[in-house]
Nanobody
Framework: QVQLVESGGGLVQAGGSLRLACAAS????????MGWFRQAPGKEREFAAA????????YYADSVTGRFTISRDNAKNTVFLQMNSLNSEDTAVYYC?????????????????WGQGTQVTVSS
């Protein structure tokens, strides 16, 4: 079992930046690929970004490419999502997720563990 806790969400003006963090605890000795998903009100959860266990491979949704950067610090069991040039369409609850056996990284069902989410609200 792995427990994930997100932090760093909040209210930001359009054009601003936020940095989300996801701290893992529990069986962190396993090699987990990590992902960030988001869910806006009335919409389905959607993929935002993913990173391999070693950090050498990263993946982004088209909607965030060039604005978001995913990274990880395995020594601290933490994954980050740097979000720049935020706009109102980025408003959502952001979730981090972990999987030991990544299949389709952009699909939520590929992940076995989820955090509770952190709210990001972008005001225009």
């Amino acid at each position: 079992q792995v427990q994930l806790v997100e932090s760093g969400g909040g209210l930001v003006q359009a054009g601003g930046s936020l940095r989300l963090a996801c701290a893992a605890s529990g069986r962190t000795s396993r090699r987990y690929a990590m992902g960030w998903f988001r869910q806006a009100p009335g919409k389905e959860r959607e993929f935002a970004a993913a990173i391999s266990w070693g950090g050498g491979s990263t993946y982004y949704a088209d909607s965030v490419t060039g604005r978001f950067t995913i990274s990880r610090d395995n020594a601290k069991n933490t994954v980050f999502l740097q979000m720049n040039s935020l706009n109102s369409e980025d408003t959502a609850v952001y979730y981090c997720a972990a999987t030991e056996f990544p299949r389709d990284r952009v699909v939520a069902t590929s992940y076995d563990y989820w955090g509770q989410g952190t709210q990001v609200t972008v005001s225009s």
